[in-house]
């Protein structure tokens, strides 16, 4: 059963899913399927969690099975400690949607166990072009979830979304294309084994390009600015489930995405690059963060908001140092959790009030003060307080990059500020002030939805006090990738700058 | 004997078209049993191909007929595409005729003398045989394109096709002529031999010759410069006829391209550079002419374009001493799935005279007949190359060949095409997805083409990871 736990995770949400759509199910018995399936890919990525050793830094779990032999493409799978977090992530957080969102089409819940088999196949994918593949699969779904259930201008929002993404995945395609052809060229047989495409030595234009194949891929995902114009139109226009599958999940796919990909095989690109990169970041960071102080829709300011994050989480790859890059990961978990309860606690006001402008509401927190302490903890943690997910992650980003570029380190820690802001103005806005004739007939949360969300709160007060256990899984995996990177440069902790040396050790 | 089997697909087709002209001469013989002959005809004819792909390559008939045909590997998995499509698009042309009137029988004798035209087309090893193929297979596709002669537009389509194909003959034979002033033969044998001795560049003849016969086939190939009768034609042609001529059609020519430019590796390297921008602008002028259509059929038209393009990219990139055309047939056959299965649907969901054919007639579509919508979703994606269709893999290989000949601008630039592609292929599965349907599909009674439709779709992902050799 564990060595094909990963082909169980990732088959069994899929079958369901198109098993669904198929058979004549009324709503509530697709919802308890897929809240069934959904339990039993928790249990299954518990069940991993605690077997996965990561002392190595080695992928385990691995399986194995060739697909198109003649190219050397082949059904790979394992998890190391680059990709666990993020397969926790996307295993964990999905029996909630089904359990507060319940008067949903069947077919909604068919795309919910697609895109989520699909997102696992992604983050265990060892293979390109199985990654690739599984990447692709994984936006259908999305797609069909805009364009069906979402709010009255989903058309435009959904053509736009899918345009960006695939224009994306494409030029990473050719890119992957590329790597194939050079393994084969320089080693004389066929693979788009990761592990074996970063022995690749590349140099020259056509690498570059290569490299801007797949940054311009993930950058879109992630989203990184200037390729973030899709996200505020499609986090609205989407139906919250799907909105938090983006937000929580798909993005952190695409910071996966770099980390995996891009910085065992470019080093030397991306250390090149890596200043831009992170300038990029910063700059998401502060016009995300600054466009969300002027939303007057909760949702769409919360979209500013995941995209400013975002920004950050991805500013800890491109410092190409350890504490920055374990930051990201952690970072990874901690904004997943609690961007995710955001997006679904929102879902729930808007499901009841039937708007969405922060204007109309006022002193939610007085009737109903279960919602405002789980909102409150989630808010908490996404600005970075102490104690929560959110301060780990953020601090050794913070700390990373301040070694990797003491300017970058000033400019983004006190952008963290901004975050801090809208978040708290927020906060006043809908919970504090006087109640008014909407707010005023506010349910607060049932019984069955604060057990939903209790786990996952009391998850981020965990990980912000206890980082240990995970850091621990992650460091091992982490440490050999910048390793790999950092080949001049002996013990990583004690490097300032690492970039700058690796660039002139290899001038 | 072996002579016989290599050419026994072609007896299969030829005689078979024969014997369902001599059976319509008994007055009971009706319909629906022409069809389904018509059918088993290509069927029968597939696995008749089928068992002869598993014979060696050789020429027959080398010691008689001056070699004039020659098999391999690559003339023969052609020959079942060709086989493939032929039998699709009969399935498809059984629903057309039983909501259209017109005469079966002589539809489905084309259609095999076409397909007959067209094996014969892939194995050519000589000029002359190569012309009487491409006019077998053009002569039945002309009649088959103007087969409703009250219809103004069918008339039109066939007036056009046929000018302009003539002229492409004319130019074809002026080829020849030259060719054979440069080489003194229309063998392709001898002709490799002449340009070993003499070089390609260093005999104005040979040039001449084969720049006017390129000239030919780039037009039956639908490549830019000749690309604009495409839309019009495929439009005017009844829906079972045009989804036979962009995918029978296009891979006996792509076939005998590919074994044209064969003849030498000068011969390739002379025209590679043209080929890599005549890739280029037929990819781009495709996909710029199929974003302004509303109407699905001239949409499919110009996409054929596109993946012409495409299949030029895997032209440019031959290696002629590693050549196994694996990456072009693969393509062949994966657009050939997606492009039939669009054919197959639209010809029982089109109604009485193609009411159906523009971007809103399907809008809704998905609500009223869902399985429709996703089998014509699938193939449409396919085409889209979005993983893990057949399409996908398909782009995959030529990619990987402009990769590995050293084209990497020509990579890329493909890849900008299918990203603009994206556009009017998203643009069908929105309407059918996301609007409210208007029309209540009604269609014909049963007919075997919602069943074809799905075989196809199913082989769509079936075919998608068959090991092909770069």
Redesign the interface.
């Known amino acids: 059963m564990l060595e094909h736990i990963i082909s169980i995770m990732i088959f069994v949400p899929i079958a369901a899913g198109l098993g669904m759509l198929f058979l004549p199910l009324g709503r509530d018995a697709s919802r308890v399927l897929g809240l069934a399936v959904s339990v039993i890919v928790v249990l299954l990525g518990l069940k991993l969690f605690l077997s996965f050793d990561g002392s190595t830094g080695a992928f385990e779990f691995v399986e194995q099975a060739p ?5 050397g ?1 082949s059904y790979r799978l394992g998890v190391d400690g680059i990709s666990l977090l993020v397969l926790m992530a996307a295993a964990l957080l999905f029996p909630m949607v089904y359990l507060l969102f319940k008067t949903r089409p069947r077919g909604y819940y068919c795309n919910l166990l697609i895109v989520q088999g699909a997102m696992i196949g992604a983050v265990c994918a060892t293979d390109l ?1 199985l990654f ?2 599984f990447w ?2 994984m936006l ?1 779904p999305v797609f ?1 979830m805009i ?2 259930y979402g709010g009255p201008k ?2 435009g929002a ?2 736009k979304i ?2 960006y993404t ?2 994306g995945s ?2 990473m ?2 890119s992957i ?2 790597l ?2 050079t393994y ?1 060229a320089q080693a004389g047989e066929w693979s788009f084994d990761i592990a074996r495409l970063s022995s690749l030595s590349l140099g020259g234009g ?1 690498a570059t ?1 290569a490299f801007f194949g797949f940054m311009v891929a993930f950058a879109i995902k992630i989203p990184l600015f200037p390729f973030h114009t899709w996200l505020p139109d499609a986090y609205t226009e989407a139906p919250t489930a799907t909105t938090f599958v983006l937000s929580a999940i798909m993005a952190k796919i695409g910071v996966y995405g770099v980390v995996r990909f891009v910085v065992p095989v470019f080093e030397e690109n991306l250390a090149r690059y890596a200043l831009i990169l992170a300038c990029s970041g910063v700059i998401g960071m502060m016009y995300c963060g600054i466009a969300a102080l002027a939303q007057k829709d909760f949702k769409r300011m919360l979209a500013f908001s995941s995209a400013s994050h975002m920004g950050i989480i991805a500013l800890g790859i491109f410092c190409m140092n350890i504490q920055a890059l374990t930051g990201t990961l952690y970072q990874i978990v901690a904004h997943a959790t609690s961007t995710g309860v955001i997006f679904l606690l929102l879902g729930i006001i808007e499901e009841r009030m039937e708007t969405r402008s922060i204007d109309d509401f006022g002193g939610v927190a007085y009737k109903a003060p279960v919602f405002a302490a789980f909102f409150a903890v989630a808010m908490l943690a996404s600005v970075g307080l102490p104690g929560t997910s959110g301060f780990i992650g953020e601090f050794l980003i913070i700390l990373g990059a301040v070694k990797f570029n003491p300017a970058i380190g000033v400019l983004a820690g006190t952008t963290l500020i901004i975050g801090v802001c809208y978040m708290l103005w927020l906060f006043q806005r809908v919970f504090f002030e006087k109640t008014n004739e909407r707010t005023e007939t506010f349910r607060d949360l049932s019984p069955i939805e604060t057990l939903t969300i209790l786990p996952i709160v009391v998850l981020i007060i965990a990980m912000g006090i206890f980082p240990q256990p995970f850091i621990d899984k992650i460091q091992p995996a982490a440490r050999q990738q910048i390793v790999s990177v950092t080949p001049a440069v002996p013990a990583a902790d004690e490097a300032v700058a690492e970039n700058t040396l690796l660039i002139q050790a290899r001038n | 004997m072996q002579d016989l089997m290599a050419i026994l697909p072609l007896v299969a087709t030829g005689a078979g078209a024969i014997l369902l002209m001599l059976a319509a001469a008994f007055e009971s013989f009706r319909k629906e049993g022409i069809s389904i002959m018509g059918i088993g005809l290509f069927a029968f004819a597939f696995f008749v191909q089928l068992a002869v792909a598993n014979s060696g390559s050789f020429a027959p008939y080398s010691g008689v007929l001056n070699g004039m045909l020659a098999t391999s590997t690559f003339t023969k998995v052609a020959g079942l595409i060709i086989l493939a499509c032929g039998f699709f698009s009969a399935i498809a042309a059984q629903a057309y005729f039983t909501q259209n009137k017109g005469f079966v029988l002589e539809f489905y004798c084309l259609m095999l003398f076409a397909a007959c035209g067209m094996l014969l087309l892939t194995m050519a090893a000589e000029l002359i045989t190569l012309f009487i193929a491409l006019e077998i297979m053009s002569l039945a596709i002309y009649a088959l394109v103007g087969y409703d002669r009250k219809s103004v537009r069918r008339s039109e389509a066939v007036l056009k096709y046929l000018m302009l194909g003539a002229f492409a003959g004319a130019f074809y034979i002026m080829g020849t002529v030259f060719i054979y002033a440069g080489a003194k033969s229309t063998s392709f044998r001898v002709i490799t031999d002449v340009i070993a001795t003499t070089g390609f560049l260093s005999n104005p003849p040979l040039v001449g010759g084969a720049f006017l016969i390129l000239f030919a086939f780039l037009f039956k190939a639908a490549a830019f410069p000749f690309h604009a009768w495409v839309v019009d034609v495929y439009d005017g042609a009844p829906l079972p006829v045009t989804g036979f001529m962009a995918t029978a059609v296009k891979t006996a020519v792509f076939a005998v391209l590919a074994n044209f430019l064969m003849i030498s590796s000068d011969l390739q390297a002379a025209w590679v550079d043209y080929l890599f921008y005549i890739a280029v602008f037929t990819m781009f002028a495709g996909n710029l002419i199929a974003i302004a259509q509303n109407n699905l059929k001239r949409m499919l038209a110009a996409s054929g374009i596109v993946h012409s393009g495409y299949l030029i990219i895997a032209l440019v990139a031959i290696q002629a001493k590693t050549f196994t055309g694996g990456a072009m047939l693969f393509y062949l056959a994966a657009y050939a799935l997606a492009t039939l299965g669009i054919f197959a649907a639209l010809s029982y969901l089109a109604g009485e005279e193609e009411r159906r054919v523009s971007f809103d007639d399907f809008k809704g579509l998905a609500r009223v007949r869902p399985y429709s919508a996703a089998c014509i979703s699938i193939f449409l ?1 396919s085409m ?5 269709t057949a399409g ?2 398909g ?2 290989y030529i ?2 060949s402009a ?2 000949a050293g084209h ?1 601008s020509l ?2 630039l493909g ?1 900008v095409s ?2 603009l592609s ?2 009017y292929y ?1 643009r069908l599965i ?1 309407l059918m ?2 609007r409210e349907p208007e029309d209540r599909f009604e269609v014909a009674e049963m007919t075997l083409a919602p069943l074809g439709t799905i075989i196809l779709a199913i082989c769509v992902f079936a075919i998608s ?6």
């Open positions: 697909l198109a032999e003649s190219l493409i072009v690739y593949i692709e699969v259908l069909f364009g069906l989903r058309i959904t053509v899918t345009i695939i224009a494409l030029l395609l050719a294309i590329y194939g052809i084969h056509v390009l | 994606l889209a190359g979005i993983p893990p996908f893999m782009k995959f990619i990987a990769f590995q990497v990579a890329i890849i299918s990203i994206m556009w998203l929105v997805y996301f990871f068959y090991p092909v050799v770069l």
